[in-house]
């Protein structure tokens, strides 16, 4: 035992008849991994294969080694940690002294590293037997040609496909000859690629065309070649094949000219396409990118983001679209949808599918920008919801049935016709709700419908409860888009109470047209019917009363015949309208009695069914009538107007008598103070003087303004500016109890207006506004661009057009309505007799009138008034403020410089003529128009016209002025005046060359207007 114990290069393995183990020595420990303890007592058979086990291996060996002495065996077996190792063994049984048999030895060598050596030169020589056969049939049978060359690049070997290809003879592909296989178009390539090979030592790899003899056609081959080098790295040989390609180049040429028309179709297509790459975080998307993207992208989403991840251009971009894009991508779930893209602010239709490797997380997106469809519907389903609530709420059955008979479309009304929810309806069969007898009544009328053809008719359809009800049903056919009948629309309207309604009708019209034949003869009006050619057709007594012809003599003569010749022109005109459809109404001519005297008759006519039905009212009288009241109101307006003067005297008279002490004491006190030789207090009251002169001035401007008498000198003024520049005066003005806001719009249009009259007119409103505030408040001037359409020109008596507003409010006191009518009266005042002339509104409301424009007044009790002012705009630039200059500074007439003055007053003359020497002018002076007019018609120099326009002699300022003017063309006018007439001086509008000065006026003004004015010619 201690020999079996000390052997470990051996496993010994002692068991009992059974198989047991009965010992197990050191060597089995380390070969087999299992201990003596761990074995002894088991079977033999753990130690073999489990396809050993399964054919009882162990049992055979001990049979066999009972037989014949020895079991030998070579086989696998298992060790403790479940690996297998080859074992070379034998099996001998172990007998006692009495030959008696104890039990079996097992003994083993492990075998395998010797195994595997053996069966790795085994498995060789069997791999190379085989590669041999390979190799030899692959040359021969392989569709490739394997060859051989020298290192100068002659053939010296090749495979006999080559022959089979090109149809060489045996040999001849030898050296260079393989090179006469090939198209001549690529020999010239072929051999530089291989003389460059050559000459290199690189690789071959060559494309080129061969004849191939069987099929006589030219075939793609891709000849490769590599060297073999020697020790010293000298190329020994060369090794080849030539393989045929044609099929692949065919195929790469398809898939390119596939790619380009793929290329085409990505680059044109209108639908949007982009692949994105997702990432992610754990199962979650988190962002993906934009691999690639064809140009309709970009036009559909208006961003250019190929290559760029979504967090970068849109952080915020909806977690819809990762969830979605992200679920394609691990799921590979194909997904489509719409959905609005707020980082885009459009809505989109989107497919997406997984493409490429799943591992790499790429979606393909296909999308079309539906934004515009979505309106469409959404403006659709919202009028499909308002059609619904309009055809609910209508008392009539409304519906649709299709070309199969189903209701596609029902209303309200269904479930008081029918006693069913319209809901219900919708889907039903027309036989199913109508019944068979219903059905039958209306198929007819639906076979027409189906047919393209509009169908009314009335039916009997009696109410559940038996009462009776006539229906009118009326079967619209629709159209599809192919033009053919997809059903028809259904309207039933319960017309019981309209047959009613007729067949009374019916009755009533018999009654009114007997009632109408006794009007028609007992009518005082004169009643007819007449043809469109001018003849009367039908009259009634009338006429023949009215006019004295028979009803036969005014019927055989045109209507025209019975015209007084003044209205003949427009008889026709209305006649002309009555053709052409239109109604004329009070129309009047003059008709010819039969006693030759004329009638006059007011028409109402109207145009029916070709011919003319007219009402004729007899109204001499009634003229006659009104000429005797027109004589009468112009008598009582001279008496208004002589009561006006009345009521002026009061007022004007105290006005004026004290302007006029003013002027006559301070006279008075400087020809006093000059013979006492005082010339210090001579500057005091000419101040006075002038200032109470200039006050009266103002108030003959305020009358001839009412009037529309006082001549304007428009210039185009800058509103604004001469509100702002009055602002201190008017503050001055209203005191300081009362407070000023000055609200000027920036960007005012200029007006063309007379600066002096509008200035007039805001003083005159503001002190009116300080009047209506005993108590102090507020002013307000504000002015405005007005545009005034047609509806409003009519409300403010205006033509249409753009104007400049210019408004005056108080807080104070309000106006009545009653007081608002009379305001704007002449001399109407609420002040005490003497406190006011009462012209001042009034001289506001001519100013805007003569201007073109127009005074409107707003107001209530207790919460103020405001009066707007609407002038109308001037189109071009306000002219800069005229700044005054002394009369020292205006400059010197020019050599020989001539001025005409003609004024029937010799103070004017002499004012006019003393400015003028002062200034270096040479003066000529006539008293009239006569004496003007010849000295314009004579060869004298005249340079300028000063003149009067009220001028004796017969002509006046303005007559003499255009005669002068034929012969001096160029001739420059200055018209100095207190009063004139529009009309005389073109409604306040002068021809180019004419200026026109207001009396009385300042020396220095009238200088520089002369200065000007010569200065311009």
């Not at 003949?568 to 004329?584: D, H, M």
Request: hydrophobic share 40%; net charge negative.
């Amino acid at each position: 035992m201690a020999v079996l114990d000390s052997t470990t290069s051996l496993a010994i393995i002692l068991t009992d008849r059974e198989g047991l183990v009965t010992d197990w020595n050191v060597g089995a420990e380390r070969i087999l991994g299992w201990s003596a303890e761990e074995m002894c007592g088991r079977r033999l058979e753990r130690i073999f294969t489990p396809e050993d086990i399964a054919i009882g291996r162990a049992g055979t060996e001990m049979l066999l080694s009972l037989e014949h002495g020895r079991a030998d065996d070579e086989r696998w077996h298992l060790r403790k940690d479940g690996s297998r190792f080859w074992a070379s063994g034998e099996m001998m049984p172990l007998r006692g002294h009495g030959s008696e048999d104890l039990g079996f030895v097992k003994v083993l060598r492990d075998r395998t590293a010797e195994h595997r050596a053996g069966e790795d030169l085994r498995q060789n020589a069997i791999r190379l037997r085989e590669s041999e056969d390979h190799y030899r049939h692959t040359v021969e049978l392989n569709p490739q040609v394997p060859w051989t060359a020298d290192p100068q690049g002659n053939i010296t070997s090749y495979s006999n496909r080559w022959l089979e290809l090109t149809g060489q003879a045996p040999g001849e592909p030898l050296g260079a000859g393989w090179a006469k296989a090939i198209h001549p178009d690529d020999v010239p390539h072929t051999v530089a690629a291989f003389g460059a090979s050559l000459a290199s030592g690189e690789p071959v790899d060559v494309e080129y065309r061969i004849h191939v003899a069987a099929v006589g056609e030219h075939r793609w081959m891709r000849a490769r070649a590599y060297p073999r080098r020697d020790e010293k790295g000298e190329v020994v040989q060369w090794y080849g094949i030539v393989e045929d390609i044609h099929d692949r180049r065919l195929a790469e040429n398809r898939l390119a000219s596939s790619e380009e028309r793929y290329r085409s179709l990505f680059e044109s297509i209108e639908v949007g396409f982009c692949i994105v790459e997702m990432r992610f975080e754990g199962s979650v998307a988190v962002d993906y990118r934009i691999v690639e993207a064809n140009p309709a992208f970009v036009r559909q989403t208006g961003a250019d983001v190929t290559g760029r991840w979504v967090s970068e251009f849109a952080p915020n971009l909806e977690r819809h679209w990762f969830d979605t894009y992200g679920h394609v991508a691990l799921t590979g779930e194909p997904a489509h949808f719409e959905h609005y893209a707020e980082v885009f602010g459009r809505w989109f239709d989107v497919r997406a599918l997984r493409t490429g490797d799943p591992a790499a997380h790429r979606v393909a997106i296909f999308f079309s920008d539906i934004t515009e469809r979505r309106r469409v519907e959404r403006r659709a389903e919202a009028g499909e919801r308002e059609l619904r609530l309009i055809t609910d709420a209508l008392p009539v059955l409304i519906s649709f049935i299709g070309a199969d008979h189903v209701y596609r479309f029902a209303n309200r009304a269904y479930d008081s016709w029918f006693f069913l929810p319209s809901q219900e309806v919708v889907g039903r069969d027309v036989r199913d709700l109508l019944g068979p007898e219903g059905y039958a009544a209306r198929k007819p009328f639906m076979d027409r419908a189906l047919a393209g053809e509009a169908v009314t008719f009335e039916l009997d359809w009696p109410h559940r409860d038996g009462r009776p009800r006539v229906a009118e049903i009326r079967y619209l056919p629709r159209r599809s888009t192919d033009g053919g009948v997809d059903g028809f629309h259904v309207f039933v309207h319960d017309v019981t109470d309209r047959k009613r309604t007729e067949v009374e009708l019916a009755r009533q019209v018999a009654d009114r047209t007997a009632e109408r034949d006794q009007i028609w003869q007992a009518s005082s009006d004169l009643l007819c019917i007449a043809s469109l050619d001018g003849y009367f057709v039908s009259l009634n007594p009338a006429w023949p009363a009215r006019l004295g012809w028979s009803e036969a003599e005014l019927k055989a003569h045109p209507f025209l015949d019975f015209v007084h010749p003044d209205d003949v022109a427009a008889t026709v005109a209305a006649a002309g309208g009555l053709s052409r459809g239109e109604a004329q109404l009070t129309f009047e001519n003059r008709y010819r009695h039969r006693d030759g005297s004329y009638r006059w008759l007011s028409w109402n006519a109207v145009p029916r069914d070709g011919q003319i039905y007219a009402s004729v009212r007899d109204v001499t009288e009634i003229k006659a009538q009104a000429e005797a009241l027109a004589r009468t109101e112009e008598a009582l307006r001279q008496s208004q107007k002589m009561e006006a003067v009345g009521q002026l005297t009061g007022g004007l008279a105290h006005d004026f008598n004290n302007l006029l002490a003013g002027i006559s004491g301070s006279l008075e006190l400087m020809q006093t103070r000059m013979s006492q030789g005082r010339m210090g207090d001579l500057d005091r009251y000419m101040s006075v003087a002038q200032g109470a002169a200039k006050r009266a001035a103002a108030l003959t401007h305020r009358l001839l303004a009412f009037s529309r008498r006082q001549t304007l000198d428009p210039k185009p003024t800058n509103v604004n500016r001469l509100i702002t520049d009055m602002e201190e005066l008017i503050r001055r003005t209203v005191g300081p109890a009362i407070h000023l806001e000055v609200v000027g719009l920036a960007g005012i249009w200029p007006a063309l207006i007379d600066p002096g009259q509008l200035e007039n007119a805001l003083l005159n409103l503001c002190i009116n506004a300080r009047d209506a505030m005993p108590d102090g408040g507020r002013i307000t001037i504000e002015t405005a661009n007005r545009w005034i359409d047609e509806a409003g020109a009519r409300q403010h008596d205006l033509p249409p057009g753009q104007y400049l507003g210019v408004c005056v409010s108080d807080t104070g006191t309000g106006m009545s309505a009653e007081l608002m009518n009379k305001v704007f009266e002449p001399f109407f005042t609420t002040k005490p007799l003497g406190e006011g002339t009462g012209l001042g509104l009034s001289m506001v409301y001519g100013f805007a009138r003569q201007s073109g424009g127009q005074v409107r007044l707003y107001s209530e009790i207790g919460e103020g008034t405001t009066v707007c002012l609407y002038l109308p705009r001037h189109y071009g630039d306000a002219d800069e403020d005229e700044v005054s200059r002394k009369l020292a500074e205006v400059g010197r007439a020019g050599q020989g410089e001539t001025v005409l003055i003609v004024d029937d007053e010799p103070s004017v003359r002499m004012l006019v003529t003393e400015v003028l020497e002062d200034l270096g002018y040479t003066a000529i002076e006539a008293a009239d128009s006569v004496a003007g007019l010849k000295v314009l018609q004579s060869d004298v120099r005249i340079d300028l016209l000063v003149t009067d326009v009220g001028l004796p002699g017969g002509m006046n300022g303005r007559q003499m002025a255009d005669a002068g003017r034929e012969s001096r063309p160029d001739l420059k006018v200055l018209f100095i005046t207190g009063y004139a007439e529009n009309a005389v001086l073109g409604n306040g509008y002068l021809s180019p060359g004419m200026q026109v000065l207001t009396k009385p006026f300042v020396l220095e003004t009238l200088a520089s207007r002369i200065k000007d004015l010569t200065t311009a010619a």
